[in-house]
Every structure is written in structure tokens, then in C-alpha cells.
């Protein structure tokens, strides 16, 4: 069976300290990640795919970045925090190609302070 | 410019009545559309997802209907539970692309 761990759990921050948020994805070889984010009451935003290893795309960038080190994980970074990245981040992965579905991870609370 | 849309924002039912939530979108190449379903401060887990080629898709006590035509769906709980109580998420994906696009949610509530 498949599993997804996210770290931390939670985080506070300060405005301007770098952040470094993990994912990774147990039982399912080169699966497709993702990374959302989802500030709180509201809809999630997709921000970045990667569909192998080394090669991520961005689809709202939100002065974040990412990588993916490894096939089974994904991490989410910035240098500099900003007020608006408080929210909610999620890790996805699904298997690609036709499989459309995606699951997603317990999530990382985020609050910059 | 949000592409899913989702009403209403808030539904409140009794347990045992029939709670209709609604989703429409605006991207034709859209054709696969899953349902979440999300507890406060967990992740979101799929509930039921239909492909453009049908029109109806039935899962236990959830069912999708799908116009694609006028481009709208429906999840449709019957007799609802009040564990059924969450934010429900329509999501829109082409299958050439790997963008999903979440809708608005609505937030379902069950009361006993």
C-alpha cells in the first residue's frame, strides 16, 4: 500500500526566514508529486508538478520553489518567507500517464508571523 | 480567473435527506472530474470522479451527475449522515495536462 508522509507537521516562522517543507511517497515507483497550497476557508491552489526526478513545473509560482531529489521525494522551499504564505501545503501523487487520480498527503500547517 | 466554480458556498441538511452540491467549469478540454472530501486540518481524500464520456456515476450512497454539454455536474448524498459533514472540492483536469484546477468548495453540514 502506498503512503505519503509529510514533515513537519506544523510550522511558525518569521517573515524573511527560509522555509524547507518535505514529502515523500512510500510503496509507488516514479509516481507523478505535486505540491498545493490552501490558505484557510478556501480552495486549493496547485503550485508545482514533477512527473521525475530532477524535473519539476510551476504553475503558480507564490515566490516558492521546489525539487524533487529523489524518486520518492518532493520538497517544497523559499529563502525569504512573506505574511502570505500562511496556509495549508499539500502533497499529492497519482501514477501518471492516463491515471488521472490524485491523493493527497496529511498536509503541513504553515503560519508566518 | 476561476475556471471551477462550486454552489452553494454553504449547505446545510438533516440527516437522512439528500444533499446536492454543484460544480461547473468553463474549460471544454476538461474530461476528468474528481470529487474530495475534506475533514478541517486534514489533506483531502477522493470521494467519486467521472470521465466526460459519461454522464452518471454511482458510488454507494454518492452520485455524480455530469451535463457536459452545459459543462455543470452535481454530487448528489443521499440519506446523509452527519459524519458527512466536511468541505466537499470539485476539481477539473484535462488529460493531455498535468494542471488540476480545484473549485470553490462547499461546506456541508449534517445536523442530526
Known amino acids: 500500500a502506498q503512503t505519503i508522509h509529510q514533515w513537519p507537521v506544523a510550522e511558525i516562522k518569521a517573515v524573511g526566514s527560509p522555509l524547507s517543507l518535505g514529502c515523500t511517497i512510500k510503496?509507488?515507483?516514479?509516481?507523478?508529486l505535486y505540491w498545493y497550497w490552501q490558505a484557510t476557508g478556501g480552495t486549493l491552489q496547485q503550485l508545482f508538478y514533477?512527473?521525475?526526478?530532477?524535473?519539476v513545473e510551476s504553475v503558480v509560482q507564490l515566490n516558492l520553489s521546489a525539487s524533487r531529489p529523489k524518486d520518492d521525494q518532493f520538497i517544497l522551499s523559499t529563502e525569504k518567507l512573506l505574511l502570505s504564505h500562511s496556509g495549508f501545503y499539500l502533497c499529492?501523487?497519482?501514477?501518471?500517464?492516463?491515471?488521472?487520480?490524485?491523493?493527497f498527503g496529511p498536509g503541513t500547517r504553515l503560519l508566518v508571523l | 480567473q476561476q475556471q471551477v466554480r462550486q454552489s452553494p458556498q454553504s449547505l446545510t441538511v438533516w440527516e437522512g435527506e439528500t444533499a446536492i452540491l454543484n460544480c461547473s467549469y468553463e474549460d471544454s478540454t476538461f474530461n476528468y472530474f474528481p470529487w474530495y472530501q475534506q475533514f478541517p486540518g486534514e489533506g483531502p481524500a477522493l470521494l467519486i470522479s467521472i470521465r466526460s464520456v459519461s454522464d452518471k456515476k454511482e458510488d454507494g450512497r454518492f452520485t455524480i451527475f455530469f451535463n457536459k454539454r452545459e459543462k455543470k455536474l452535481s454530487l448528489h448524498i443521499t440519506d446523509s449522515q452527519p459524519g458527512d459533514s466536511a468541505t466537499y472540492f470539485c476539481a477539473a483536469k484535462s488529460s493531455n495536462t498535468n494542471k488540476v484546477v480545484f473549485g470553490t468548495g462547499t461546506r456541508l453540514q449534517v445536523l442530526p
Open positions: 499529492a501523487w497519482s501514477l501518471g500517464g492516463r491515471q488521472d487520480t490524485q491523493y
Open positions: 510503496g509507488k515507483s516514479s509516481p507523478n
Open positions: 514533477s512527473i521525475t526526478v530532477g524535473q
